[in-house]
């Protein structure tokens, strides 16, 4: 026979070993069904399969309730279950083993006392009622036998709810585990989504401004192609203009010079006279000069002479009065200056005292500032890492464009050297012309003598010999100007060659330049292809991001139904466990050894709702669902992801915090929260106070800028600088009826409160739309004047080569 001590040993173990496997199969259940289940599992369905079994059978003893209501409370307290307490949930285990194993050993001990008993003592009629062997004795012992098994059965009844009431919990668990996953995913998705509508942003903005910079530069060719054509017609009118007048000034020239050396013999004359007078005036003035010093040296001997004359005179007297100024001057400054010292030595006392004061209230004020500035800078130091990167990227971007205006401009400058020696050649070419016509003209003259010497000598052949050294010279020249005329017909063909090949050049250039232009408007409709794509996927990802927030907040009011049912669920339970430990007296009808033993079992047990005095969660139940939670949280933590964790740590929290309510919080929970809500409002009241005065500095500023701004837009016209994004900034702004700018200077109409935090930021996002613009046109204008220097540049170098070769 094994003692009861044994017994109990073995009771615990196995029951130990019972509580483990069941919850680690419970874990592993739980895991197969969330990995099967799918995120689009509808919620309304899942609650209805879920059923909450009634408990048919009032609540009869202490034992089962305390355990269920441990049971319940700590599957409640599933997030908030805490590592280090897995030795006293070992201790608690063996505490409800005891509790639970006492009424089975001592009704195995009945029994064996029965059963010898019945083997020791025959059945006997009679006897006294004290006695073992008697008919009454039997009588209790059935007694006890009878309700020992009412217990089993009502343990047995208890044992299913909890398996009911475990396998929903379970279910829950990972509804809400099923729910986290979803709230997880949409918020990825949500970010997704606004990350590309950033990116779309961006690039929407990047391809505007590229586009107009195209825009631009393709105008800005167009109007330089017109301005060269222009000059280019505007030079050869010039250049025969400028012929004209050249003749003319040559004329003018020669007679000029004539009347030029006429004047310049008058001239020398009149300068030889001139510088005579000089040198008779500077003889002159020497002497003045002479003269007058010796005047002044005497005039000032004179005046030392008189003063030295009265200062010996007044000596005597001035002596007495000046003793006795002394020493008047000398007491009074004496006294002055003592009345001074004590003065100014009490200011200098009281002065210090202010100042160290006000240098303690300094040193706080500057040790609190530090700490803010330091911050500030922090920040400031990423934004202008991040504008330096921006910065740089735009720079290389501008270098390439420039670079490719520059390479546009020698093109064009080449183009316009072609032209001008082109216009050189053709008047060579007309130079040439007019000198082959006056040979022509001469050729025409030398065979009408040739003809008219023909007739002389058939009239004259009897002065043959006379003329014929004449004719045989006339040959001579004539063969001359042959070769000459055939020279000439020779580089006159040369010439015709030259001026096909430069016409030939001018069409390729011509081609190429047609070329460039139909590739960048070419470029221009692919550059809005891609605008209108980009538009199109923006509208794509915004309708998708709408469709994605309202099923987020769908999810969202599930969710708070699904909360809200738990609730009345647990607020059910209590008032369940409220009628029980009511109802926590045993019944009349048990036996006085049942009586003792739940006696003593409710002595062992805790206080209800699994919480001791102090408030503290009890240990019986908790570790046992803190080991099934710790098990289940062990298996998905390698593969969960930051915000994952973030919301199962906010859902444990908020399921901490019902509990908490449900508990009633305690004073130094609520002290301990109003405390948090103050220092939360005194740093939002120093950032409020700190965005107010940043507003009204800003403000100043711009009120200090604005007339400079006033005169610069003031010279141009309105019109002109003004675009389409302008009006759209007007139109928003009429909404806001007087308009949100007005506010600055005069405050909202109807509304005698002072600026605030909002209106502060909407006046500041809209003043940095104005500067974007404003920094754009500046920009505009700047590469409009660089353009306008360079060409500048190129005509005053044409009209010094015109010029030199004139």
Known sequence: MSTPEDKMEISADSV???ANPVGQVNESNAGDEVEEKQPNLQLQSVAQDVVIPKVEHPVEELIEAVLTQKSIAGQQLVGTAVANENEKSNQSLAMKAEVALEATDNQIDNTENLQQTNISTPPSTGGTPSSPCTPRSQVDSLSHIECLAQIERQRQNYEQQLEQLQTALAQKDNMITLYQRENAILDKEKNAFRKEKELANKEKESTVIKFAMKEKLLIDAKKEKETVEKQLADAKREVKNVSVRFQALNEEKSRMSYIIDEKCNEVRKYQRECEKLKTDYSHLESKLKYHANKLNIEIEQRMVLERKLEEERNAPNKLEEKANENLKMEFEANSILLKHEIKSKTDQIEHLQRELNKSKEDVKSLQEQCSKEI?????????????????????????????????LRCQLDELQVLKTQNTLNEEKIITLTQSADEMKEKLQDNEQDLRQLRERERELLSINKEISESIVALQNEICLLKSKVQGVGAENDILKKEKLEYDSKYNQLLESLKNEAEKKLEERQLFAKHLSEKTKLYEVTKSKLENVEGDFEATKHKHATVVK?????????????????????????????????????????????????????????????????????????????????????????????????????SKKHLVDRILRLQQASARQTEKIDFLENHSLSLVAELQKKSKVVQYYMLRDQAGALTSTRSDQNKSELAKYGNGVMSAIYNGIKGDTKSMTLELSLEINKKLQAVLEDTLLKNITLKENLDVLGLEVDNLTRKLRLMESRE
């Not at 206080?607 to 503290?616: A, H, I, S, Y």
């Open 16 to 18: 130990q070993e019972g």
């Open 375 to 407: 911050l500030e800078r922090t920040d400031l130091c990423s934004a202008l890492e991040k504008l330096q990167e921006e910065h740089n990227s735009l720079q290389n971007a501008y270098s390439e464009e420039m670079l490719n205006s520059a390479k």
């Open 565 to 665: 049912e738990l609730q009345r669920e647990l607020q059910k339970y209590k008032k369940s466990m409220a009628h029980a430990t009511t109802d926590n007296h045993p019944p009349s009808h048990y036996c006085a050894q049942c009586k003792s033993i739940l006696s003593s079992a409710e002595a062992n047990v805790p206080l209800t709702n699994g919480f001791d005095e102090n408030g503290t969660a009890s240990t019986a139940k908790q570790n046992r669902t803190h080991s099934r939670t710790s098990s289940q949280s062990s298996q998905p933590s390698t593969s969960r992801r930051p915000s994952e964790t973030s919301e199962s740590e906010t859902m444990a929290s908020s399921v901490t915090t019902i509990q908490q309510d449900l508990q009633g919080p």
